[in-house]
């Protein structure tokens, strides 16, 4: 912000606005708390950037004779600062089950490993009347936990063509019905005596969570208003520790974790599918963005937005999104190709994808899949409580990012989160090296603790729904796919190459995380724009995809009585006299 526009916010915070306004510390208070809100009102915030507040002001003084309208349009702005509805939380909530389901799929494979690579080497007995070889052991259980990326990196491209083809809400009801047959499989593996069908269920989970990595961000970006999309995208990533740590808790042998038990862990997942699905999903709105720029349904657009939002005043997201629809009419169809072809949203989709990859590559799956053996390392004598106790620390930081997103906002919380998780990766590793210290096992836990908080802040929640915010409604699924396929890719690669690096590198296999970070780290301070506030169409314009919108009160500052509540007038009924007219040129 400028030094001459911090005066003039000095000069009207004092006695230029007392001399106007003599004895109405109500209607002062008011406005000092609106200059201190720089975005109380999205609507108005659109059109007027917030460089325009004192010229606000400045024709609100001019324009009005009655302190009282001054007061009213203050009102009218606090109270669309928060449109949280039952209804609002009741589609975000359901939304967020996929994102459970994809933490509840990643991390139950892990605690019966051993289960697992014994129902294999008992099915192979039973077919072959000799034991399984070792390295086949290995090779059946390493395709068991990787298929289920691969299955995501498949799923992940077909985002896209599922969001546009049927919708927000259809889709997710037709990607669970994925969910129940790979649950089904699973949980069927030992009663047909087949270690293939465990494989396959992997994939089709895969597949499933895949699709839902794009849908449930896309969705929620979509319902949620401006003011609070970051705080609400949060929930995708809260959706997938609370995941996380169910399994870790039921994968424990007194639960689910048993030799007899097991297939009934991996089949859970059938559960919030079936909940979701039929009982769930019908009550939802469609996203009101694809109702109306997508299938040109005005009316059902509305009855979305009024119920979502709570209030039957909702002209000005319809017109939001109007005015995205008429650039979108311009323009041709964006399909992946396209999308990677365009010079237009190049720097948005380089943007998108690094961010995915410094979710990946900042080592965090690498600490979640392996968690028990670092601890084991460093000399814990129950690893299991402390990977469940990551679990925990996962969650409640994923929870502190919720309320922090908003207030700090994306670039600021990313660049936190990633310096963190430097620091962390630094201990972690000396901690490992020095292992034959007693007292480095509590550096060790503790460094893993600070490492998954960190990562929590921000590159954790951000990358998922970044993406849906970088773009307009057109290329947006497009985009998603591909940011999606990378994620899952470099979580693949993440997966495979881990245990040969531990191999290779020994305790300094974290310093490569490490220098990854730092990467991402100044690729973020450089390049990574802050969208905290903004819709759809101010950062596509600071992509030079859209034009500015447009400042109508620039031609006609008397436009803005028309944000006047018409109840708002002189105590006689009507508006007060001349200077209820818009102001000449000579009133400035």
Excluded at 436 to 448: D, T
Aim: charged share 15%.
């Amino acid at each position: 912000m400028s030094d001459k526009f911090e005066e003039k916010i000095k000069d009207y915070r004092t006695a230029p606005f007392d001399a106007r306004f003599p004895n109405t510390n109500q209607t002062r208070n008011c406005y000092q708390n609106y200059l201190a809100c720089p975005k109380t009102f999205p609507g108005l915030m659109t059109v007027f950037r917030r460089e325009k507040k004192v010229e606000i002001l400045q024709i609100l003084e001019i324009t009005f004779d009655n302190r009282e309208h001054i007061y009213s349009i203050f009102d009218k702005m606090e109270g669309q600062e928060k449109q949280i509805t039952g209804h609002l939380l009741f589609s975000v909530g359901t939304a967020v089950i996929g994102s459970l389901q994809f933490g509840y799929n990643t991390g139950v494979i892990n605690a019966p490993e051993e289960k697992l690579r014994s129902f294999f080497n008992q099915t192979w007995v039973q077919r072959y009347n000799e034991p399984i070889s070792p390295g086949m052991g290995t090779t059946i259980w390493s395709t068991t936990v990787a298929i289920f990326t691969l299955g995501g990196m498949v799923g992940s491209f077909g985002v896209g063509v599922m969001a546009n083809r049927f919708g927000r809400r259809r889709s997710m009801f037709l990607v669970n019905i994925l969910a129940v047959i790979g649950g089904l499989l699973m949980g069927c593996s030992t009663i047909c005596s087949s270690y293939e069908m465990v494989i396959a269920g992997r994939l089709v989970i895969g597949l499933f969570c895949g699709l839902f990595t794009g849908l449930t961000p896309m969705y929620v970006g979509e319902v949620s208003p401006t003011s609070l999309r970051g705080a609400f995208s949060t929930l995708h990533q809260l959706g997938v520790v609370v995941g996380i740590l169910i399994a870790q808790i039921f994968g424990l042998e007194v639960l689910l974790g048993s030799a007899k038990l097991w297939p009934l862990l991996l089949a859970l997942t059938v559960a919030p599918a079936v909940l979701q699905c039929t009982i769930l999903l019908p009550f939802c709105s469609e996203s009101p963005r694809f109702l109306l720029i997508n299938l040109k349904q005005e009316e059902q657009a509305r009855n979305a937005l009024v119920r979502l939002r709570g209030t039957e005043d909702v002209d000005k997201d319809l017109q939001e999104m109007k005015e995205e629809s008429a650039k979108m009419a311009m323009e041709k169809k964006v399909t992946i190709l396209k999308l990677l072809r365009s010079s237009t949203y190049r720097k948005p989709l380089l943007i998108a994808v690094i961010l995915q990859l410094s979710q990946q590559l900042s080592g965090i799956n690498a600490v979640f899949y392996y968690s028990t053996g670092i601890f084991s390392s460093a000399g814990v004598k129950q690893p299991i409580y402390a990977t469940i106790g990551a679990g925990t620390v996962n969650t409640v930081f994923t929870i502190v990012s919720l309320f922090l997103v908003e207030k700090a906002g994306r670039r600021t919380l990313h660049l936190l989160g990633l310096s963190g998780m430097v620091i962390s990766a630094v201990v972690l590793t000396f901690s490992l090296v020095l292992k034959h210290i007693p007292a480095m096992s509590y550096v060790a836990i503790l460094a893993v603790m600070l490492f998954v908080a960190a990562f929590e802040l921000g590159p954790g929640p951000i990358p998922w729904f970044i993406a849906a915010e970088l773009f307009s409604q057109g290329p947006r699924p497009a985009a998603m796919a591909v940011a999606g396929c990378c994620n899952w890719t470099a979580n693949f690669l993440v997966g495979i190459s881990f245990p040969k690096l531990v191999e290779t590198c020994g305790p300094w296999v974290f310093l490569i995380f490490t220098g990854f970070l730092i990467i991402f780290f100044i690729f973020t301070f450089i390049k990574v724009p802050e969208t905290k506030g903004k819709t759809f169409e101010e950062i596509s314009h600071e992509f030079g995809i859209a034009e500015p919108p447009e400042n109508i009160f620039a031609q006609d500052p008397g436009a803005i009585l028309n944000l006047i509540p018409r109840e708002a007038t002189s105590p006689t009924g009507r508006r007060a006299g001349n200077r209820m007219n818009r102001p000449s040129s000579n009133d400035y």
